[in-house]
């Protein structure tokens, strides 16, 4: 009966405004818990093992975001335990790693929807660990960082299921921690936030898996954190709720990688938290479960405020050129056809302002000096009606 109440009145559980909208959804389907690990396959969620501060878990769950239906699947393959890492390639689920009852594991499991059932794969080489960041890209699944109770760490591996083998990779870009977050947008994967000791991290990196190679960004625009959630939907990416200095945060923040900027969205609309899950599903993210004054069930569904645009789609609305590109010493912007007044602005990756203008409608080229830039990538943005109309890397490469 608990489920029925929830599907009939969700709708009048709404937190939400210009900058998006949560919607409380059904209860998790097991016990109130923090610390699960899941993944995403086709269309539905799944996710398990997690504690409640006295018991381990190993059930797991299917989430469908359309029905708001949760059903029991097979009990994951591991022991019992909390802070996994799980994420998903093709058609499979992987899960692994955390802490159970005996100590910090480093065994990793296949689940397949299609038999419901669960497979042993080459165990993690690393120390076993837990509270590592984890994501998927290209075919690969990521992991790093993490805590064995004794040491923190940075280094960094890939899993390829083609081999079934494990790769060292660069280390994490920034210091050592535990209870980081992260997600993907597009081919790169983005980390931060987390702990070491009792000092808390609000630093975000960029992982291109191409060059093996992490570029810090912007920092996170909240407060420091650890046990933060979070989730990708289009150009942006989603963070937020943890705990800093003993309180339960619920604000949450977007990483729009257009602008290189964080803007601050609603609040969470459950109580703040830590150890809570995040996914997202087409256009939706989903947040629920963690522990704050008390261990959670609550599953919420945010929406965006405004519409999240993919870089192509962006693109095909204008007529804007940039040349030479890579540039030495001078930008030419060329913009053709009948266009509006738009905003030029140009910021290297950390955010920082490099140029700002105002272009009128009836000019049709403007010239940016650069022979003062350090050579490196930059961002270019047209912006009409406080909307990105096109985004840009820009490349400044010049003889030494």
């Known amino acids: 009966m608990k489920h029925q109440f929830l599907i009939i009145f969700a709708g009048l559980l709404v937190c939400g405004n210009a900058f998006g909208q949560w919607v409380q959804k059904p209860d998790f389907g097991g016990n109130k818990r923090e610390s699960l690990a899941g993944f995403c396959i086709g269309s539905k969620a799944y996710m398990g093992t997690g504690s409640d501060g006295q018991v381990y878990f190993k059930d797991f769950w299917e989430y469908d975001t359309t029905s708001g239906?949760?059903?029991?699947?097979?009990d994951f393959g591991?022991?019992?335990?909390?802070?996994?890492?799980?994420?998903?390639?093709?058609?499979?689920?992987?899960m692994g790693l955390g802490c159970d009852i005996s100590g910090f594991a480093n065994d990793f499991w296949e689940f397949d929807p299609e038999t419901d059932g669960w497979s042993l794969k080459a165990p993690f080489p690393g120390p076993g660990r837990c509270a590592c960041v984890c994501f998927s890209l290209n075919g690969k699944g990521y992991m790093g960082t993490g805590y064995d109770g004794i040491f923190t760490y940075k280094d960094f591996w890939e899993y390829?299921?083609?081999?079934?083998?494990?790769?060292?990779?660069?280390?994490?870009g920034g210091p050592p921690r535990l209870h980081a977050m992260a997600f993907t947008i597009g081919q790169k994967g983005f980390a931060g936030t987390g702990q070491y000791g009792y000092y808390n991290y609000k630093d975000f990196w960029e992982y291109d898996p191409a060059g093996d190679t992490w570029t810090q960004i912007a920092d996170f625009g909240g407060a420091e954190r650890a046990g933060s959630t979070g989730f990708s939907i289009g150009t942006k990416g989603y963070c937020g709720m943890g705990s800093s200095q003993s309180t339960f945060l619920r604000d949450f923040w977007a990483y729009d990688t257009l602008t290189l900027?964080?803007?601050?969205?609603?609040?969470?609309?459950?109580?703040?938290?830590?150890?809570?899950?995040?996914?997202?599903m087409g256009t939706k993210g989903y947040c629920g479960t963690g522990q704050g004054l008390q261990y959670y069930e609550d599953v919420w569904e945010y929406t965006p405020g405004e519409d999240t645009l993919d870089v192509n789609e962006i693109n095909r609305e204008v007529n804007i050129l940039l040349f030479p590109n890579p540039v030495t010493d001078k930008l030419t912007i060329l913009k053709r056809g009948d266009m509006k007044d738009i905003e030029i602005k140009i910021t290297d990756l950390l955010g920082?302002?490099?140029?700002?203008?105002?272009?009128?409608?009836?000019?049709?080229?403007?010239?940016i000096e650069t022979s003062q830039w350090g050579n490196g990538i930059y961002l270019f943005r047209a912006i009409h009606g406080g909307r990105i109309m096109k985004a840009e890397k820009i490349i400044v490469q010049r003889s030494e």
Do not use: M, V
């Open 69 to 74: 239906n949760w059903i029991q699947k097979a």
């Open 78 to 94: 591991g022991t019992a335990r909390r802070c996994a890492i799980g994420f998903s390639i093709g058609t499979k689920g992987y």
């Open 160 to 172: 390829n299921p083609e081999n079934n083998a494990w790769t060292q990779k660069a280390d994490f």
């Open 261 to 280: 900027e964080w803007n601050q969205i609603e609040d969470f609309g459950g109580p703040g938290r830590w150890g809570a899950f995040g996914f997202s």
């Open 352 to 367: 920082r302002r490099r140029f700002a203008q105002h272009l009128p409608a009836n000019a049709a080229t403007l010239d």
